[in-house]
């Protein structure tokens, strides 16, 4: 199904679930995927058990697709549904809207509860490896931001999709959790505006838009979502602290890994960070999974703690490991290619990347790379001194 792959063999996946909070524009952007399809000549199917058809034809007419034949139906009934879309020709594509509402004369429960959940979900999948068409299953979240329901879904379906983003801004992401025919950790972005979901060909560009540049604390991490390179600003906030126990507050990454690398910036670099708070934060409300963004983290951190701004146009990744080492990580031509294009002229990476750097499109980044194979080399670089200058005013 093209206009819902964000990766290649999404081609070849029959069932997909697509999960998402509410309000986040899942129905949204299915309208707009079986529009698309449709106006190529594909039989598209949307049945919703949520909302009636005058509803969904209302959204279609806001999104200005009201023209395009999809097939709607309001409907919650699994055997109603499979007989309807068997008069006629077989569907491309049938998006049922939302799993949770279904329920099947084969379980004798409520609508919602795991046996009907996963009964009906049987069947449609059942019919869809039957027939050839795809089907799409949307699933709510729980507060953990998983599909809600039997986990035995999930590994059912073919390929499992996420639809994220936060309230505060305009972006959403779409990314890939499950894919038995090709890769996963891929994402695929889009901007949301009055007229819909808009696909955002550089994210990088979306997520560093309104970076400035000059303030202590801010560095620019060349990341990876599966094979894409993403370039996105972390911030540090490093404040002295009034509190018997300081803050550490995380948005945006994992507060282990803050608590680790705060913990090698003390041990083996001599920066102090116990009479303060750290905040830190993802900019643009992007979300960071990869150790490679240990090295971006570290620097914001002493940059903020000594009030010293990194250069504007340098980019961070690398690992660090609990010894205080600076580890290589993978795809560094591909994060340098990006930074270059974006226009960013220098990188700090780890040492071992030099065999990844050299020639082929990485050009004057790679040559002239800051790789130190320690933290307290960075450390040493950024404040001038292995120990950050609040630490020597003590």
């Known amino acids: 199904v093209r206009p819902l792959a964000v990766s290649d063999g999404c081609e070849d996946v029959l069932d997909i679930g697509l999960g998402g909070d509410p309000g986040i524009g899942k129905s949204t952007l299915l309208t707009q995927a079986a529009a698309a399809l449709a106006s190529r000549g594909h039989r598209i199917v949307y049945v919703s058990g949520e909302e009636a058809v005058a509803q969904i034809r209302l959204r279609a007419q806001r999104l200005g697709v009201a023209s395009t034949p999809v097939e709607l139906a309001a409907e919650t009934n699994v055997e109603d549904i499979l007989a309807t879309i068997a008069d006629g020709k077989r569907p491309d594509l049938v998006i049922l809207d939302s799993i949770q509402t279904l329920w099947t004369d084969l379980a004798d429960s409520a609508p919602g509860t795991v046996t009907q959940v996963r009964a009906a979900a049987q069947a449609m999948i059942r019919y869809a ?55 996963t950790d891929e994402i695929g972005v889009f901007e949301m505006s009055d007229k819909g979901l808009r696909e955002v060909a550089n994210p990088s560009e979306l997520f560093l838009g309104e970076r400035h540049a000059k303030s202590p604390g801010a ?43 705060l913990a090698v910036l003390e041990a083996h670099c001599g920066v102090r960070f116990g009479q303060h708070d750290v905040y830190l934060n993802v900019a643009g409300g992007y979300r960071i999974s990869e150790p490679a963004a240990d090295l971006a983290v570290a620097a914001a951190l002493v940059s903020s703690l000594t009030g010293l701004a990194l250069p504007a146009d340098c980019v961070y990744f690398g690992e660090i490991s609990l010894s205080g080492a600076v580890r290589p990580v993978a795809h560094a031509q591909q994060r340098l290619k990006e930074a270059e294009k974006l226009g960013f002229g220098s990188a700090v990476l780890p040492l071992g990347s030099e065999d990844l750097v050299g020639g082929n499109g990485a050009g004057g980044i790679g040559a002239g790379a800051f790789q130190p194979t320690e933290l307290a080399d960075l450390v040493a670089r950024i404040a001038g001194s292995r120990r950050s200058r609040a630490e020597e005013q003590e």
Do not use: C
């Open 129 to 183: 490896k039957s027939t050839g068409a795809a089907i799409v299953l949307v699933g709510h979240v729980t507060k953990e931001g998983q599909i809600a329901g039997p986990r035995v879904v999930e590994h059912m379906v073919d390929g499992v999709l996420y639809f994220e983003g936060e309230g505060g801004h305009h972006y959403r992401i779409l990314r890939t959790v499950k894919n038995r025919f090709g890769p």
């Open 219 to 261: 560095a620019v991490f060349a990341g990876m979502e599966g094979t894409r390179p993403v370039l996105v600003e972390i911030q540090a906030l490093v404040a002295p602290s009034s509190l018997g126990t300081p803050r550490r507050a995380v948005v945006g990454w994992d507060g282990a890994r803050l608590s680790m690398v």
